[in-house]
């Protein structure tokens, strides 16, 4: 059972601080070590996993946390690697969610972090917010502006959050409408609700028009309802509680109103979060049944289309791809079968494995944008992981991962088509032709131009202070 606060003298408050019972399940057997993307660059403790309980651990005993303290936590992106890797069932997720609520509320940042934090949270958890800004930066991709101020090194005088922001910035196409309302094709197998996404939807508006076509020609209804908020991943992911809660019930209300068999997420970190929202809602008699209920609708694309089995047929496509584990898919959902059996359903598709696939690619959420040093090694290295391969064509589960690699790839001169795996089901069953798919996948909207020349900066050592 949960513990019901902290013992006193704790520096946790009152409010589902980290549970000791759950503290004391870490062993410090160290399996955890080589697949925490913080140890496995800087090799300290400290940003470890068992590192980071035992700050946890000294909070619950009184300890006040202190600058150090407060930046290995936020060093952490999250990726629940940890959680995989563990054999003792150390649910790492649960602790460290709860920690940054409590630093959230009880830690007072330096305000250029501050500033920086309220900048990222009033704007991308909005739709449209995000809407507003596509003309103003679709207007500035088309200019050229950003190879002149680039060329120039305005862009190096920023700091470097900012740079990252202008960096990751996709290539932003005509923004299609979906339809509230597509009918199956032939027999009606499932309906099934599609959360849009705030980044995905935003940016990446081509995933959601394939996410479509390919569940209705897989015999679902597919219902859009309009208005729909940000699902709440973000907040949750950063501690800021009641904003998280918010968006959770507007998704709850939403996709209740629409009466879907199954709610279809399409990126990884926001199908993770509604798979939470019976944990997240638990505190509200009114909401955690309703909340339980959504949970066990939610479903990855690849997961429902893995579950339902295959009726639409699939044309050949002869190439090679690198599939890019999400950790918010694999980590957090243990969804890793099923978009490779889908991939390798393809006649002629032809998947490859990456080395280190447990390892985080820096996205992670805004973590990236937060602590730019950090994420962009772990971005090279992932690039590199991808480039080893060979493949013509990197696969992958989520906005943020996508955002990350190609950026990184077109910093490192090594430009590759990237796609989402319901893109490549969606060529295979329209049969589009592969040189088609590639130059799209290489060209088209959401691809990533960057303008930020040069080699990777050295990454912040664990001494420095966070971004």
């Not at 290539?171 to 009606?188: C, F, N, Q, V």
Request: net charge positive; proline share 8%.
């Amino acid at each position: 059972m949960p513990a019901s606060g902290p013992p006193r003298g704790s520096a946790f408050d009152e409010h589902h601080p980290p549970d000791p019972a759950l503290l004391s399940d870490c062993v410090h057997c160290g399996f955890c070590l080589p697949t925490c993307p913080t140890y496995v660059l800087w090799g300290e403790e400290m940003d470890s996993p068992r590192g980071r309980i035992d700050i946890m651990k000294a909070g619950v005993a009184g300890d006040v946390f202190d600058a150090n303290s407060v930046r290995h936590l936020d060093q952490c992106l999250g990726c629940m690697a940890c959680v995989t890797a563990c054999p003792s069932g150390v649910q790492y997720d649960k602790l460290i969610e709860a920690t940054r609520a409590q630093l959230e509320r009880r830690v007072t940042r330096p305000p250029s972090q501050r500033w920086l934090r309220r900048l990222i949270y009033a704007l991308f958890p909005y739709p449209r917010r995000l809407r507003v800004l596509r003309g103003p930066l679709r207007a500035y991709q088309a200019s050229g502006l950003g190879r002149l101020v680039a060329r120039v090194g305005l862009l190096r005088r920023l700091p470097e959050p900012l740079q990252a922001m202008e960096a990751l910035a996709p290539k932003l196409g005509r923004m299609a409408k979906l339809a509230e309302r597509t009918p199956a094709a032939g027999t009606r197998r499932r309906t099934v609700g599609l959360l849009t996404g705030c980044v995905q939807g935003t940016f990446f508006p081509d995933v959601n028009a394939a996410t479509v076509r390919v569940l209705a020609a897989e015999g679902c209804e597919v219902v859009v309802p309009r208005g729909q908020s940000c699902c709440g991943a973000l907040s949750a992911h950063a501690g800021r509680e009641p904003e998280a809660l918010r968006f959770a019930k507007r998704v709850i209300e939403t996709f209740e109103a629409a009466g879907v068999d199954n709610v279809v997420v399409n990126a990884a970190g926001c199908g993770s979060n509604l798979k939470d929202f019976a944990h997240q809602l638990r505190d509200e008699p009114a909401w955690a049944e309703r909340a339980k209920a959504l949970s066990a609708k939610a479903r990855d694309i690849s997961e429902l289309l893995d579950e339902l089995g295959p009726v639409a047929e699939r044309h050949p496509l002869a190439m090679t791809v690198a599939y890019q584990d999400a950790c918010h898919l694999g980590h957090a959902q243990g969804v890793r079968n099923q978009p490779r059996r889908l991939l390798r359903g393809i006649p002629g598709v032809e998947l490859r494995e990456l080395r280190e696939a447990e390892i985080c690619c820096g996205s992670a959420g805004t973590y990236n944008l937060l602590n730019p040093g950090p994420a962009r090694e772990l971005g090279e290295r992932k690039a590199n992981a991808v480039l080893a391969t060979g493949a013509q064509v990197m696969v992958t589960a989520n906005p943020g991962c996508w955002m990350q690699v190609a950026t990184t790839l077109a910093r490192m001169g090594r430009r590759l088509p990237v796609a989402h795996t319901v893109q490549v089901l969606d060529a295979a069953i329209r049969g589009v032709p592969v040189d088609r798919l590639l130059a799209r996948a290489l060209d088209g909207p959401g691809t990533v131009v960057s303008t930020v020349s040069g080699s990777p900066k050295a990454t912040e050592k664990p001494g420095s202070p966070s971004a």
